[in-house]
């Protein structure tokens, strides 16, 4: 997050076009009058006070009694909590805010008597600490967001300059592949089909979408980086490496549950929501796993040769950044509970660090010595197993054509 002042007059904006939509929603869908509020979250430090405004989008023909409340106490404190409107009056009223601590709070609405609709009256108030740890924490989002997004190209670089993806592991590919696709399904369908958003709203009437307009761009670009590196399989060198059975098999599992799962959709015993979740779990489930197969057969091979280690400082930087910036957040939002009672994103960031470690141990301490193939690898020209390869860290042989599948 920007600092407050700075964000001033892109709320003003934003608070209009927020406002404006509502009220043209409320005109078409027949609703004679709603109460509405200028913006969809606030921003405010602890010991300052800022504000949000309530409007009704028509006038009502009698007085009416605003009940401000709040979801959590002693994060914030508001006034006035209550308004007495006068009829025919469409405000705006104002509502000051003070932070108390930091932390995360739902404001909403209650309306006496109750004929006007106050679905949309509600908003969520952010207390920090600092200014400054916000904006570090912005910064350090762009900085993992790169690290993750460049990561791919390292291995696409290397393969291309090998002329040659042995060493890179086919089962850590296609899961890769169906991951990155499914976790592109969920950000999508949930960002741009407004059926599924609504679906989503109608469980979580007073959230926030979850998907931002990057999550989609990292998903679309892994996407078609991976898509990228398993065409470089089918134009270099390979060996005799191929997907394993035990993958294939896990990969048939997952299509397994999509397709049921999608037989229960259009069948409506499921909805939309419910498939974009099992596309998120099994992306989950994947990330969990993805690292083993290329991690065992680095030990099988005693070798890192044709796994970039490029890609590894990438991804190792881009989960430390991102698990930092996740600390960093729990402090200044005092939400210590976002990474102890829901410890998915931090475990799965850890896991992936955990073998990113692994990774760089396999390559500058383990497997150091020149490249020896085990049995069933692919064959090796005795003339040419002194090449050192592009890291300098081994001897990368030169495999014959023979080798090919």
């Known amino acids: 997050m920007f600092p407050m002042h700075s964000l001033h ?163 850590f590919l296609s899961l890769n592949l169906v991951g990155f696709v499914l976790y592109a399904i969920f950000n999508c369908g949930l960002y741009w089909i407004p059926e599924m958003e609504e679906e989503y709203f109608r469980r979580h009437p007073r959230g926030l979408n979850p998907v931002q307009l990057n999550d989609i761009v990292f998903a679309v670009h892994a996407t078609f980086a991976t898509v990228i590196t398993i065409l470089q399989c089918c134009c270099y060198e390979r060996g005799n490496q191929r997907i394993s059975t035990t993958a294939r098999s896990i990969l048939a599992a997952f299509l397994l549950i999509l397709i049921t799962s999608l037989g229960l959709v259009l069948f409506d015993y499921m909805q939309w929501l419910d498939f974009l979740y099992n596309c ?63 410890p998915t994103k931090f475990g799965l960031g850890l896991f992936s660090a955990f073998f990113d470690v692994l990774f760089l141990i396999q390559h500058y301490v383990l497997y150091r010595n020149p490249y020896e193939p085990i049995p069933g690898d692919v064959h090796v020209q005795t003339d040419d197993a002194h090449l050192t390869d592009s890291d300098g860290s081994g001897s990368e042989p030169s495999f014959s054509s023979a080798g090919k599948t």
């Open 9 to 171: 007059t892109c709320r003003q904006h934003t608070s209009t076009m927020f406002l404006l939509t509502i009220t043209l929603v409320a005109f078409f869908s027949g609703v004679s009058s709603e109460l509405v509020v200028n913006e969809e979250e606030l921003t405010v430090l602890v010991g300052e006070t800022s504000y949000f405004t309530l409007s009704l989008t028509e006038t009502v023909a009698e007085t009416l009694d605003f009940n401000v409340k709040i979801q959590e106490h002693g994060v914030i404190s508001i006034d006035p909590s209550d308004i007495k409107v006068p009829a025919n009056n469409t405000g705006p009223w104002r509502v000051n805010v003070t932070g108390l601590e930091g932390g995360h709070v739902l404001v909403y609405t209650s309306v006496s008597p109750n004929i006007t609709n106050v679905d949309h009256a509600f908003i969520h108030v952010t207390v920090q600490y600092s200014d400054t740890l916000a904006l570090l924490s912005l910064v350090i989002g762009w900085l993992y967001f790169a690290a993750w997004s460049v990561s791919f190209y390292p291995q696409i670089y290397d393969n291309f300059v090998r002329k040659s993806v042995i060493g890179l592991n086919f089962d």
């Open 280 to 342: 998120s779990y099994i992306k989950l489930t994947i990330t969990l796993i993805k690292y083993i197969p290329q991690a065992f057969m680095n030990y099988q091979r005693k070798s890192t040769v044709g796994w970039s280690i490029g890609n590894v400082f990438l991804d190792f930087t881009g989960g430390v950044l991102s698990m930092g910036q996740m600390l960093l957040n729990a402090y200044n939002y005092n939400d210590w509970k976002s990474i102890i009672g829901d």
